[in-house]
């Protein structure tokens, strides 16, 4: 089964800093989808970004990127220009290309925005 | 921009008891997820339902838990006889197509404790 990773369950940045949340995974698969959730208090998870993992190009979207590296297994979210509307829990998530419909959660990482 | 509701957002049950919590998925989507997070641990997968039947469930999705769609908007799952161990937040999701990476959109959750 497919395992999805975050070491760092807290994490805090400086308002209009970079931050880099990480994220690694277990699989056997060689198509695959990956995804990063935001998750504000007491808010629903929406999607920050995804990532085919047949595409070479890390995905960006305006301050958020990924750094998609498929040999080493890793996924990894930057923030830039960090506002306090970014602090949440962050979720990483993993999805078979050719499997099942379920997520493969991490357990997610704490931002905290600092004024 | 619609989005996926839980209600309720926090239930209160005896062991033993039986509950239902409840979802509105989007209107327009075909696939409905079920997914919880003990607390501290990931979230994790426990069905998904298409087309008036479950098409993937995980080991924790026994005999004790049932989905139903009974009325075309509401998507329910039932858990017939709560133990302790089934306190945890549940979330809601849907998609509207399952064999690709389209994103899962989530509900905010419900809380389940069981006393």
């Known amino acids: 089964a497919q395992t999805v990773t975050q070491s760092q369950p807290e994490m805090s940045v400086q308002e209009a800093e970079t931050v880099t949340l990480s994220c690694t995974y277990d699989?056997?698969?060689?198509?695959?989808?990956l995804f990063w959730y935001k998750q504000p208090p007491s808010r629903q998870m929406i999607l920050v970004i995804r990532q085919e993992a047949y595409k070479q190009q890390n995905a960006t979207e305006n301050r958020f990127s990924v750094n998609f590296q498929k040999a080493a297994k890793s996924f990894s979210l930057k923030i830039s220009d960090s506002q306090l509307g970014d602090a949440a829990m962050y979720f990483c998530a993993y999805r078979s290309a050719s499997g099942g419909n379920q997520f493969y959660f991490g357990t997610g990482t704490s931002l905290t925005v600092i004024p | 921009e619609p989005e996926v509701t839980q209600t309720p957002s926090h239930q209160v049950t005896q062991m033993g008891q039986e509950v239902i919590l409840r979802c509105v998925p989007i209107s327009n989507h075909l696939y409905f997820y079920w997914y919880r997070q003990i607390l501290g641990q990931k979230v994790e997968f426990l069905v998904s339902?298409?087309?008036?039947?479950?098409?993937?469930k995980s080991e924790i999705f026994d005999d004790q838990f049932s989905v139903e769609r009974p009325d075309g908007s509401n998507f329910t799952l039932k858990i017939r006889s709560t133990k302790l161990e089934d306190s945890a937040m549940y979330f809601c999701?849907?998609?509207?197509?399952?064999?690709?990476?389209?994103?899962?959109?989530f509900g905010p959750g419900t809380r389940l404790t069981v006393l």
């Open positions: 999701a849907s998609s509207s197509l399952g064999k690709t990476y389209n994103e899962q959109f």
């Open positions: 699989t056997s698969e060689s198509d695959y989808y």
């Open positions: 339902f298409y087309n008036n039947e479950i098409s993937e």
